[in-house]
């Protein structure tokens, strides 16, 4: 059984940081592209920030230079290092494991709120 856990949320107040992790049970994880979405109230889920097997990493313009995507395979476990958190990084964070061409599996975690306000 696959599972995603994410953890690491909570309240922050603008310009704090937050680090969230993700453990990922049930995959390989090591071959898996990990990403980071989030979801704002009334707004569609959106990429925050991907990173591939080999460790390559993207990045949604608006959180450049401010967030930090870092996978431990060791661990099975990605991380998203939040810094100068704004209001508007206020949303569900949602943890997404897609295995590309191999296979074509895609799972997504349970998500962990993440607040932003004074």
């Known amino acids: 059984q696959v599972q995603l856990v994410e953890s690491g949320g909570g309240l922050v107040q603008p310009g704090g940081s937050l680090r969230l992790s993700c453990a990922a049970s049930?995959?390989?994880?090591?071959?898996?592209?990990m990403g980071w979405y989030r979801q704002a109230p009334g707004k569609q889920r959106e990429l925050v920030a991907a990173?591939?097997?080999?460790?390559?990493?993207n990045y949604a313009d608006s959180v450049k230079g401010r967030f930090t995507i870092s996978r431990d395979n060791a661990k099975n476990t990605v991380y998203l290092q939040m810094n100068s958190l704004k209001p508007e990084d206020t949303a569900v964070y949602y943890c997404n494991a897609d295995s590309g061409s191999r296979g074509g599996m895609n799972y997504w975690g349970k998500g962990t709120l993440v607040t932003v306000s004074s």
């Open positions: 049930g995959i390989i994880f090591r071959i898996y592209v």
């Open positions: 990173i591939t097997s080999g460790g390559l990493t």
